[in-house]
């Protein structure tokens, strides 16, 4: 649950700016703009791509800005391979962001900034915070972890999503963050409240990430789930850029994407679901008490780490790409019923 943000009361005109990789940064917004709007405050969204078209989708009364796209894909199996190789394109939009930033603030006045893990949206004038549970990279280069802290020190405060307190969900990604100052746990954040609904699906499936790794796990899903005529699904693409709904076999509904709402109903009409090991989906499901089959992105060491940390959870079931069967996680949750 979202705990009280550390934002003076003077502040009124607040940008938010998620980084686009995947729709997490993006989804695990919609909790702190939603409570920012219930206190008044005049927010300001700043992304591109299909992070921004969800925030659109979900705030169309806000004003919207497009910053320079940081273009994160997955040619190379090993995510360390492809950051190595994207670096440069990295680097060059983080200084076309932070230039773009200061137009933005002067512009729209603005007087805090929230950025989601993009990494030029600080400001020497304006105080700004980043939102990350990624204190602790785990990766075996220290090159890596040395930038990302160098990085965050630009900010005037971290805001993790998480609590500071055992037990937590982020494990040693969050805890510890020595050499940081001005660190605030502010609670998990789910965009999801918990109530009844009627049963609808057994399953539903939330697909997101890079391609083609986002791709290649719908694929394999798809061809189990047609294999399970008597349970009903519905699969969500993560797809934002048309709005599509269609029926891909009698047991399976398609859904390019939902809003937080429509997927939150979706979520309380389920017994599962099943996902990408992505911390905010994580958070998600944790809050609503679902279990869920959780299949981290291959050599992406976050989700792979986050897998281990959290394989003793009693609502979380784990499985490899290489080694999906949801037939035995279906049969594992009967049978502990």
């Known amino acids: 649950m979202i705990e009280a943000l550390p934002i003076p009361y003077t502040v009124r005109r607040i940008l938010v700016a998620p980084l686009n990789w995947g729709l997490g940064h993006a989804t695990r917004c919609i909790p702190i703009i939603r ?10 969204i700043a992304s591109d791509g299909a992070a921004l078209a ?3 989708a979900e705030f169309p009364q806000l004003t919207y800005i497009t910053l320079p796209a940081y273009n994160i894909t997955y040619p190379h199996r090993s995510m360390v391979l492809n950051m190595l190789r994207l670096s440069p394109n990295i680097i060059v939009a983080i200084w076309r962001e932070h230039r773009q930033l200061k137009h933005i603030i002067k512009t729209h006045h603005i007087d805090f900034i929230i950025s989601d893990n993009r990494f030029g949206c600080y400001s020497s004038n304006v105080p700004s915070v980043c939102v990350t549970h990624q204190i602790n990279l785990p990766v075996a280069v220290p090159f890596a972890g040395y930038m990302n802290r160098l990085l965050l020190k630009k900010f005037e405060a971290v805001w993790i999503p998480d609590v500071a307190d055992s037990p937590n969900l982020s494990g040693k990604l969050s805890h510890p963050t020595t050499g940081l100052r001005h660190v605030h746990y502010i609670g998990t954040l789910s965009r999801m409240t918990e109530y009844e609904r009627p049963k609808k699906y057994a ?23 047609c294999e399970l005529p008597y349970h009903q699904f519905l699969v969500v693409r993560g797809v934002t850029a048309t709005p599509q709904r269609y029926q891909y076999a009698p047991n399976i509904i398609v859904e390019n994407y ?3 709402d429509a997927l939150n109903d979706a979520l309380m009409s389920c017994d599962f679901v099943i996902s990408r090991t992505g911390y905010t989906t994580v958070m998600d499901v944790v809050s609503l008490q679902k279990n ?24 979380l079931l784990i499985q490899k790409q290489t080694a999906i069967n949801v037939t035995a996680a279906i049969a594992a949750w009967q049978h502990a019923r």
């Open 54 to 56: 969800l925030l659109q």
């Open 258 to 260: 939902l809003t937080a």
């Open 292 to 315: 869920a089959l959780l299949i981290p992105t291959p050599q992406q060491p976050e989700q792979e780490y986050l897998a281990t940390h959290l394989q003793q959870h009693p609502q």
């Open 203 to 225: 399953g539903v499936v939330i697909l997101s990430g890079p391609e083609p790794q986002r791709s290649n796990l719908e694929t394999v899903l798809l061809q189990q789930l």
């Open 35 to 44: 409570h920012l709007l219930a206190q008044q405050k005049q927010i300001i």
